[in-house]
């Protein structure tokens, strides 16, 4: 019942965030840290996709070594095919598993396990939350659901952080040609 409180409070603290502010790096500052500590967890990363290149970019991360986050580019099909179709994939044990694509830099990092969650938007994979375990460790349902959860918040954010940057670009150019017209409307 503890747990389930600390999640619950938890969401409630990365809604919060998410409504508080427009500065997307914050709001992924936030949930990657609340991630590692509610779930007692190693480390967490919140990785976009590059479609032009196929690649994961980090934009966030929490508990993992500047060595580690350098490790090398994320390909998409090498890391990270069944998350980018929509499904949270758990590799409780990465030094046997054929999916991981850095297995001597994670071994190396202590990484034991990952749970990987896509962020969504809209039916559009726009990137993924991977959590890093240190030692066996499952996830109760109910963790994975409240990762699934932030996930999609964290996603709506990033839509919407990217939607305002869209908007007040265009408007900044639609002020700009309207000053251009109106200067050139009296120098004639």
Known sequence: ??????????YKEAVKAIH???DIQEVLRRMVNMLVEVL??????????????????????????EK??????VDVDLSASEVMEGKTVFIPK????PRVQYKKEAIEEGIHGMLSVPLSVKGG??????????KDQTFSQEEVRFVEALAEIGAIAIENARMHESI???YETMVS????????RRSV
Do not use: W
């Open 1 to 10: 019942m503890e747990t389930d409180q600390k999640i619950f409070d938890s």
């Open 20 to 22: 508080s502010t427009l």
């Open 40 to 65: 007692n967890v190693k480390g967490c990363a919140i990785r976009l996709l590059n479609p032009k290149r196929r690649t994961l970019e980090l934009v966030a991360s929490h508990g993992l070594s």
């Open 68 to 73: 580690y986050i350098k490790k090398g580019p």
């Open 94 to 97: 990465i030094s046997v598993d």
């Open 125 to 134: 994979i726009i990137g993924i939350l991977r959590l890093y375990t240190p």
């Open 168 to 170: 007040r670009e265009d």
């Open 177 to 184: 040609e309207i000053y251009t017209f109106i200067g050139y």
